[in-house]
């Protein structure tokens, strides 16, 4: 794994958008950094479903992630956007942008894992328990079960 493969977990929350000023402030005009920036998102049923009395609530449900999903791919653009901006090019920022697995914490060291990245960067939140208080139930997650890598947690 090279510190150079930066993976950088991506929600859009404040904590989020802080790790990109972050990353942009640190290896922005760094030549030989890769830049992956990962979002998950919750799984969309698929539609086809037989007409039963809750058939429109669960429409419902289903158009609430559609737009949810398409609003985090939006946004991951507008992060991509910005980190060019701040002096990263177009070609060493990859997005992925991927459907839920196991849950985020896991996605993001199956991730890691997979593509080698060396340093992982991701923001701080939630508060689930004493280790959540102090890095987040993701961040502790991955601070908590992946190994070998550098993790960078941005308050």
């Known amino acids: 794994m090279l510190w150079n493969q930066i993976l950088l977990a991506y929600d859009n929350s404040q904590q989020a958008l802080r790790a990109v000023e972050y990353v942009g402030q640190m290896f922005g ?15 969309v049923p698929d539609h086809e479903m037989v007409q039963t009395p809750f058939t429109d609530q669960v429409k419902a449900r289903i158009s609430v992630l559609e737009r949810e999903r398409d609003k985090g791919r939006e946004h991951m653009e507008e992060a991509k956007k910005h980190l060019v901006r701040m002096g990263f090019s177009d070609d060493q920022i990859k997005t992925k942008y991927v459907e839920k697995n196991k849950n985020v914490a896991k996605d993001i060291i199956d991730e890691v894992l997979k593509g080698g990245y060396g340093t992982v960067v991701l923001g701080r939140k939630g508060v689930s328990n004493l280790t959540g208080m102090l890095f987040g139930s993701v961040a502790s997650g991955v601070i908590g079960n992946l190994q070998g890598a550098t993790i960078c947690v941005v308050e």
Request: net charge positive; glycine share 6%; charged share 35%.
């Open 29 to 43: 005009r760094v030549d030989n950094v890769k830049l992956t920036l990962f979002g998950v998102y919750d799984k």
